[in-house]
């Protein structure tokens, strides 16, 4: 018996409506809604203007990843609206996925682009995020922290940043305040384990290695097949001097499908250990039984420092 109102915004100018539909049916489901009113006339196109027309060939070329082109077609319509947000942001995005595996040189076009986006509309997030991943890239932690800062301050409930802005922490070194962010973004999502697992690994790279594996367990309560986060528990048990405890949790990473980049994770972590010092003989006797496990008969090599999972 409820009304569904139905808002319709056009493609191609500014024009706006709402339709208004009533439930006709029983409560079981069977019925249909029924348009209230007048059926609206065909509408009409508008005639695209010369913005228009260079803005939307730039998103298909974006869309077919000619990134080339499109920043050619995003820049003509900026030419003749300079302060639209949307298509700013778009040419950030087409300068950013140009530097992609190959250089960093576009990246500042795009970090000035994310910055013209947020000038004309100081609300978009994506652009504070986009912006944030670059100058995370360039390993500019101070400028990300301050992006994803601005865009939890839009949206204070956005789980996601807090992962962002945690992976920042943590890549700046400040293991404490990455796993208070993740910390958060666990009680505003708690169906995900994504933050429990960022958390584990956190807490592990502080060496708080039973908080990383009370973490771990909680990422495994929300989805048991998880495999990255049982070889953050591995290495932590490992750590603790727990061989058995390591290995059994190894071995159930192997039996849900862990992947080699994880595997070669847990190969540097364990080396890079074992090379810094002298550990208690307990500790090195887990780290090496551990060690050989994930090294196999395959002889994988470690990941580099600048790698990561």
């Not at 090496?288 to 580099?304: A, M, N, W, Y």
Request: aromatic content about 10%; some cysteine; proline content about 5%.
């Amino acid at each position: 018996g409820k009304q569904l109102q139905v808002h319709h915004s056009a493609y191609v100018g500014e024009r706006k409506k709402v339709d208004s539909y009533r439930w006709k049916g029983d409560a079981t489901g069977k019925g249909r809604f029924v348009l209230e009113g007048t059926p609206p006339a065909d509408p009409l196109l508008q005639k695209r203007t010369p913005f228009e027309t260079r803005r939307d060939t730039g998103y298909a070329l974006l869309s077919q990843r000619n990134y080339t082109e499109a920043t050619t077609a995003f820049e003509k319509a900026l030419a003749l609206k300079p302060h639209d947000a949307a298509t700013q942001f778009a040419l950030g995005v087409a300068y950013e996925e140009s530097g992609m595996n190959r250089s960093s040189a576009p990246f500042a076009k795009a970090i000035a682009a994310f910055g013209k986006a947020i000038a004309a509309d100081p609300k978009y997030t994506a652009a504070y995020e986009h912006r944030a991943e670059l100058y995370l890239f360039e390993k500019k932690y101070d400028p990300a922290i301050a992006d994803m800062t601005r865009l939890l301050a839009l949206d204070p409930r956005s789980w996601e940043g807090y992962m962002g802005r945690g992976r920042v922490y943590a890549k700046k070194g400040d293991y404490a305040k990455a796993v208070a962010d993740t910390q958060k973004a666990a009680q505003l999502a708690p169906e995900e384990d994504t933050p429990w697992t960022a958390m584990a690994l956190y807490q592990y790279q502080a060496q708080k290695f039973q908080a990383a594996i009370n973490s771990g367990l909680k990422a495994l309560k929300i989805d048991n097949s998880e495999t990255e986060v049982r070889i953050t528990i591995a290495c932590a048990y490992a750590r603790l001097g727990k061989a058995a405890e390591a290995l059994k949790t190894y071995s159930d990473a192997k039996d849900n499908g862990v992947s080699t980049t994880e595997r070669r994770f847990g190969i540097r972590e364990l080396q890079h250990f074992l090379k810094k010092g002298t550990p208690p003989p307990a500790v090195k006797a887990a780290v090496q039984k551990l060690l050989e496990q994930f090294i196999g008969p395959d002889q994988q090599e470690p990941l580099g420092d600048d790698e990561e999972v």
